[in-house]
Every structure is written in C-alpha cells, then in structure tokens.
C-alpha cells in the first residue's frame, strides 16, 4: 500500500491512502519507482494468502491458500479472514502475520479439544474449516 500525496491545501499537505500499481526500475545503483496506477481503497484490497503458518514450533501446511485481507490503519496492519473470525495485528506485516498465525494456532487447538456438543454451531463450522484447510501439521 502507497500514501499519495495532494497538491498543498493553505500550506499544508493533506494526505489520502490508497492501493497502486508501480513500476521498479534499477539503473545500475539507483532504483527509481513509478505510480503506473492509483486504485481506489474503497474498492480494492490487498491479499495476504499463506499456504504455510509456522509458530510455536509448529508448522501447519494447508491445503489451499488462506485468502484473507491485509489492510494498514494508522500506524498498525491488520491482517483478517473474516470467515474463521480470525485477526493478527502488528506496527510491521511480519508482526501481523506471527500475530495471525499465534490466533490461528490458538483457535485450531482450542477448537479440537472440544466436543462438538461444547461448541455453538459457528463455531462447529469454523472448527470442520479449519480441519478442512490444514492438510498437516509438523
């Protein structure tokens, strides 16, 4: 995600956020950047889709890849899957993403230890997700 920056309003620069597409070109020791394209946040996202998840020792090898959302609000990026009700957040996407794979450890072991019968039935459809998704873990 880039900040683009508006012409000054009264001496001051008013800042927006949005999504763009640039291109990085080297030129022997200097790399320039270029906007090719400025997208709209409202209607674009960026995705973050991990096949893998590794923490806590543990490595959990997926199936397919988790699509979830990778947004940045102020100063923190927040990475979500809205369909397993999962969110990690971090100042950096590396901080948000151990945060996001220590909530998914945390939900997939806490929902296998419990009985169907313990579980309401969103959670009963999340947990056969999760199993659906994790095709092992190391």
Not at 28 to 33: D, I, L, M, P, Q
Not at 72 to 97: C, H, Q
């Amino acid at each position: 995600m880039t900040s683009v920056k508006s012409k000054p309003t009264k001496g001051k620069l008013q800042g927006i956020s949005a999504i763009a597409r640039i291109s990085i070109v080297k030129d022997g020791n200097s790399t320039k950047s270029q906007i090719q394209e400025i997208i709209s946040k409202q209607s674009h996202s960026i995705s973050y889709s991990p096949i893998q998840l590794s923490v806590n020792g543990r490595q959990y090898v997926l199936k397919y890849p988790l699509r979830c959302l990778l947004e940045k609000e102020e100063d923190f990026y927040i990475i979500k899957n809205e369909f397993l009700d999962l969110i990690g957040t971090g100042v950096s996407t590396e901080s948000a993403e151990a945060n996001f794979n220590e909530e998914f450890d945390f939900l997939y072991h806490r929902l296998n230890t419990l009985k169907k019968a313990q579980l309401s039935s969103r959670l009963a459809e999340i947990k056969q997700m999760m199993n659906y998704y994790v095709a092992s873990v190391i």
